[in-house]
């Protein structure tokens, strides 16, 4: 089947023959179209545009731009906030994804399976904040690499910032004597080997209790299977109605006789063994 083209097709497709060539189809397209409206076609008109054409043209301009926001821009943000949207949905999600924290490929040689070195490792992955496009109020560690002399941890977060475990801090006083605040008497320790965080020098085990220090981690207070659920009458149970979102948010819906939420921000009970 033949198909004929008046001349001004026939021009306009081998303006857009002539683009680059590395550009895709959709791009190379996009771009013929907006320098053809920026052209505004006064040669068609002879110089003398209405000003319905005008309104037009700028109707067609906007349509182009909507066009470029979904080709190119949408994209890149998407790809940038990939790592960020699973960790929103995650702990509002009843079902949860053993594969969030779990290797799916079989065994490895971590502790549980994780795909984390250890248990706060594994936490970190998505609790501590890797780019500035990173949103949401569950970071609690600053990357050391964001932490170098007089720049302070950033996340203001309930549970604070593990940062400040990393911050050494020595001065003189007035009478001239050194004084100094290491980073591990900053806050209690957690052991996340993968971002540099240890167990405490000073405290073998947890002050006033015989916890090991060398074991405490994210997952020895806050329970990463959400077992522990707010019923309607009030009540904390590990058992009970199906837990059906997060109860940790201003927002959360309140549980009824049907189902229930998540505890504050998944807390273990008396008794609980990580």
Same mark, same amino acid.
């Given at each position: 089947m033949?198909?004929?083209?008046?001349?001004?097709?026939?021009?306009?497709?081998?303006?857009?023959?002539? $683009?680059?060539?590395?550009?895709?189809?959709?791009? =190379?397209?996009?771009?013929?179209?907006?320098?053809?409206?920026?052209?505004?076609?006064?040669?068609?008109? +002879?110089?003398?545009?209405?000003?319905?054409?005008?309104?037009?043209?700028?109707?067609? $301009?906007? $349509?182009?731009?909507?066009?470029?926001?979904?080709?190119?821009?949408?994209?890149?943000?998407?790809?940038?906030?990939?790592?960020?949207?699973?960790?929103?949905?995650?702990?509002?999600?009843?079902?949860? !994804?053993?594969?969030?924290?779990?290797?799916?490929?079989?065994?490895?040689?971590?502790?549980?399976?994780?795909?984390?070195?250890?248990?706060s490792?594994?936490?970190?992955?998505?609790?501590? =904040?890797?780019?500035?496009?990173?949103?949401?109020?569950?970071?609690?560690?600053?990357?050391?690499?964001?932490? !170098?002399?007089?720049?302070?941890?950033?996340?203001?977060?309930?549970?604070?910032?593990?940062?400040?475990?990393?911050?050494?801090? =020595?001065?003189?006083?007035? @009478?001239?004597?050194?004084?100094?605040?290491?980073?591990? @008497?900053?806050?209690?320790?957690?052991?996340?080997?993968?971002?540099?965080?240890?167990?405490?020098? @000073?405290?073998?085990?947890?002050?006033? +209790?015989?916890?090991?220090?060398?074991? $405490?981690?994210?997952?020895?207070c806050?329970?990463?299977?959400?077992?522990? =659920?707010?019923?309607?009458?009030?009540?904390?149970?590990?058992?009970?109605?199906?837990?059906?979102?997060?109860?940790s948010?201003?927002?959360?819906? @309140?549980?009824?006789?049907?189902?229930?939420v998540?505890v504050?921000?998944?807390?273990?009970?008396?008794?609980?063994?990580?």
């Amino acid at each position: 089947m033949l198909v004929s083209y008046s001349t001004e097709e026939s021009a306009g497709l081998a303006e857009m023959a002539a $683009l680059p060539k590395d550009e895709s189809p959709a791009i =190379r397209l996009l771009a013929f179209q907006i320098n053809n409206q920026s052209q505004g076609r006064h040669e068609s008109y +002879g110089g003398n545009i209405s000003s319905d054409t005008m309104r037009m043209q700028e109707d067609t $301009l906007a $349509l182009l731009i909507c066009r470029v926001v979904m080709v190119i821009v949408l994209p890149v943000l998407a790809m940038n906030l990939s790592d960020v949207a699973p960790v929103l949905a995650f702990h509002n999600d009843p079902t949860f !994804s053993c594969y969030g924290c779990h290797n799916e490929k079989g065994s490895s040689d971590h502790i549980y399976n994780l795909i984390g070195t250890d248990q706060s490792s594994t936490c970190l992955r998505c609790h501590q =904040r890797k780019g500035t496009l990173d949103i949401g109020d569950h970071f609690v560690s600053t990357d050391e690499t964001k932490l !170098s002399n007089g720049q302070p941890p950033t996340e203001l977060t309930p549970g604070g910032d593990f940062g400040w475990l990393k911050k050494d801090y =020595r001065w003189k006083d007035r @009478e001239g004597q050194a004084e100094y605040s290491i980073g591990e @008497e900053h806050g209690h320790n957690i052991v996340a080997v993968e971002y540099n965080y240890g167990m405490s020098s @000073e405290h073998p085990t947890a002050p006033g +209790g015989t916890y090991p220090s060398s074991a $405490l981690s994210c997952s020895s207070c806050h329970d990463p299977h959400g077992t522990y =659920r707010r019923n309607a009458d009030g009540s904390i149970t590990t058992e009970g109605p199906p837990i059906k979102a997060s109860g940790s948010y201003n927002d959360s819906p @309140e549980p009824d006789a049907e189902s229930s939420v998540s505890v504050y921000r998944m807390l273990a009970g008396i008794g609980y063994q990580p």
